[in-house]
């Protein structure tokens, strides 16, 4: 009974030695508790590129994609700038994996996502040296914010930058450990596995990278101040802190190298559609009284009613109260010099938040407009209200802490009303994280944050994920941006990409948004059923060479909805184009959608050969009714020359069996105007067809003259009959090579001008018949790389790739090699010239491939490499930040090997000491 009561005593004193070491982590762990209960039980959070998640399998697909610099999964394929979201997915589908459901997965990440960030809160302000109590009421402030509950400044709730809230201050306070301490080696090591695990993670793009080099530097200079009077110490915080950046540059190189490798395409990418830079900059920025407020863009708000609660009086004297509370860190003796640090943090931030208002406008704008590639990394000022909150948290966390400090030295009770005091502050401001507020249900006509993904969605992406050649899906009308959501009949509606693009793996491309990747808009002219002025022909000849097999139909679509974005879209419309479409046939029915497929005579692979083309010169927003002319053929390739004076136009226009030549500029005949005229520039002297699309109807009821003239002599006059807009034929002409001007008359029978568009089309006609071109077939090594294996073909010929056009798809001729050729064989070979390199079917890659005669050819032929030529300096990052990863992981394995074994042999060295001390007091 005695052994039972000791055991029972030596147990309470473990536990009592425990909570009394622990009690941090214990109380970090049980504050973000809520977060636990945040989403619906069978709901996912909805959100996002990614969002809801897949399974965990499919979550690792999606990791392993992000090796590689070019994405074939979305859409027609783009360049990849979120390499740095690699490891976000591993942890994804780990916690999937455990969870056993992507529900399940995103609770786990959710609530660790936020043990990280008060967590992260509290080893900053320890490593600042705050006291516990200061750490904890700072990092408990950082949490219950609501930038960092919204997880980000413009989007209601996007795990994939919460990593960035983590990863700042645990990298920050690994950043004034190594500048701080006498020494450096195992804490840089440290930050070298932390830059690669966590912080690429949280960086996830250049606008996050950017905010925390600006931290190390804020801080590294107040490091310097600091050291001011000694030497030594001086020298020693730049070498650090050169160390540092070093480490991080290494460390993110996998990411980084891709923007590296092209500074001109990053600044590209980064443009905002139909927006300038200025107006951009001058939309997102606030006011310096509304940058203390650090919440997410106010107009958040009318979708996400937690929101409005911080912009209601009540909250807006509660979080100026904190900032009056943290002016109180300037103000004593014992923390004024703590506060330094943050508040620097917090005036650069405050500053670059008001973007280009004034008084210091002329500065602001020196910086965001001034500098355009500062202006694209940051054209939504409210990024830095991301270090208001980090600073306002340290400040708040070190004057609470004092205060209950110093009430502490006066009298117990009073130490105890003034920690109630703090933290009922904390839980009025921060109500909405414990009551969940971000996943709370919305209003019926709102957008939902979570959602319940019907079953049939799993099956339908099951069933396509089974097919395995590469071929898109067009699905309608589902997800246009996430400026223009698309909603369904799932009870809520839905914000995001749909289901079927990340659960399938296949490219889905989108019906409704108007130029979306860089995709050209006649595509999207086309691949709209709901418009009634696109015909059949046009919509399979497109969905032909967009390497299209299968049209989903989504009956759960809540057209209502999307008919308030755009009143012109209807559902009917869509079903009655589909239904009726007879290179269509419905296979299969899933739930509420219907699965159709193209018939596979319009189908194309997404490599493939011709020999005949048609080359087009002008503007692509006419090209849409080009289509409904008979002359095109499934398999002709369509090329776009700003003239026929450069070598591709030149060379090529005498390889073709057809030339389209449509001029560049039109104009309108007008009441005091009698012609359109227009000058081409004819590449070849033949006999052309000339098309005129009138863009307006010719009135049936009264007789129209249109008179054709070509360099001033007068063709013919034809009395055309049109009730609406589009193409009549003027007539066969002959031209001479050169610069032709050709004019139309175009009158009534009174003589009175009729205002029509002059946008013409030459068509040379050339009865050569169509060579035969070579059989191919290609292997997909990875979304970066193809391997194309022609047969032995000696003619020239047109090799398309239905990938987005883009310069760094490089084509590499060589022998059949049947073996696995490694990654650098084609690195120091020489490519397809590029002005061989053209644009195909109004998007994609393709190259004139003229040469072959020089190539060894087998019994089999030969091969093509295709391969995306910034792969390469992924390659070489990937390397790099292994190399960096895995030296100082194991500078920490072989520091901590010879820490223990100093211990033990320290420890070997007392016991024999006092052996020996025994053995000779016996003695």
Known sequence: MLSKIAGGYRLGGYLKKLITKWWPVIIIMVLVSPSLFWIPSGEMIAHGLFYPWPNAASLMDIAAKHFFSWVGSNGFGNPNTGNADFFFYVYAAVATFVGRSGHAGQVIILYLGFVGCIGGMYMLARSLGFTKISSLIAGAFYVISPMVMSGMP????????????????????????????????????????????????????????????????????????????????????????????????????????????????????????????????????????????????????????????????????????????????????????????????????????????????????????????????FRNPMYFEMLVVLALALLVGLSCGELIRMAGSKSSKLSTVTMVTVVILLGIYGWQFLIGGPMRSQPKDAVSQTIKVPVYYTELSRFLKQRNSNYRVLSIPTFTRQDVFVSYRWQKLYVGIPPLNVWSGKPVLRSVYPGYNGVDPVFDAVLRPDSGSVSQDATRLILTIANVRYI????????????????????????????TSNFLKQIKTFGKIDLYEV??????????????????????????????????????????????????????????????????????????????????????????????????????????????????????????????????????????????????????????????????????????????????????INDTKFIVHVSKFKNPYLLVFLESFHPGWKAYVRETNSSNSPIWETWFKKPVSEDKHLQANLYANAWWIDNVDKVKQTGEGYEIVLEYMPQRACYVGWLISVITFLGCAGYLIWDGYQRIRAIYQQTIGQKRKSSKTRNQMDV
């Open 599 to 780: 018939d596979s005579k319009y189908f194309l692979p997404r490599v493939y050969s011709m020999t005949d083309l048609d080359i087009v010169n002008g503007d692509r927003d006419d090209l849409s009714t080009l289509f409904s002319l008979d002359r095109f053929s499934l398999t002709k390739c369509f090329l776009f020359e700003s003239n026929f004076k450069d070598t591709k136009g030149d060379v090529l226009s005498k390889k073709t069996q057809d030339v389209f030549i449509m001029n560049s500029s039109s104009s309108m005949v007008s009441d005091n105007s009698e012609y359109v005229g227009n000058q081409y520039i004819v590449s070849e002297k033949g006999q052309y067809e000339l098309f005129m699309n009138t863009k307006v109807s010719l009135d049936e009821n009264k007789e129209s003259i249109v008179t054709l003239y070509i360099n001033n002599n007068k063709i013919s006059d034809r009395v055309p009959k049109i009730k609406s807009e589009g193409w009549i034929l003027l007539g066969n002409v002959r031209l001479d090579k050169g610069t032709s001007r050709i004019r139309v008359y175009s009158v009534n029978n009174k003589g009175e001008p009729i205002p029509i568009y002059g946008t013409g089309v030459l068509l040379l006609d050339r009865p050569e018949p169509v060579k035969p071109a070579p059989k191919i077939s290609y292997k997909r």
């Open 154 to 377: 413009l989007e209601i709730v996007n795990l994939r930058v919460l990593p960035f809230y983590i990863g700042a201050p645990i990298l920050l306070s690994m950043v004034v450990r190594v500048l701080g301490s006498s020494s450096s080696k195992r804490h840089l090591a440290a930050f070298g596995v932390l830059s690669v695990v966590l912080g690429s993670v949280g960086y996830s793009s250049l606008q996050y990278f950017i905010l925390y080099l600006l931290l190390v530097l804020i801080y590294s200079m107040f490091a310097f101040s600091t050291a001011w009077s000694n030497y030594e110490s001086r020298i020693r915080i730049i070498r650090r802190t050169f160390a540092l950046l070093l480490i991080t540059l290494l460390a993110n190189l996998y990411w980084l190298s891709y923007f590296l490798s092209d500074l001109r395409g990053a600044y590209v990418s980064r443009a905002e559609p139909m927006f300038s830079d200025a107006s951009l900059v001058r939309g997102f920025s606030v006011k310096l009284i509304d940058g203390f407020r650090m919440l997410p863009y106010p107009g958040q708000a009318s979708i996400s009613p937690w929101l409005s609660h911080y912009y209601t009086m009540w909250y807006t004297f509660i979080i100026f109260g904190f900032a009056v509370i943290a002016v109180f860190a300037f103000l004593n003796p014992k923390t004024k010099r703590a506060a330094i640090f943050p508040g620097l943090v917090l005036g650069v931030s405050l500053f670059l938040v008001k973007g280009i208002r004034p008084p210091l406008k002329q500065v602001g704008e020196g910086i965001f407009l001034y500098f355009p590639y500062i202006t694209r990394l």
């Open 552 to 579: 989903t139909l989504h009956n759960d679509t809540d057209w209502g909805y999307i008919n308030k974005t755009d009143p012109n879209k209807k559902g009917q419309d869509s079903h009655s184009f589909i239904s």
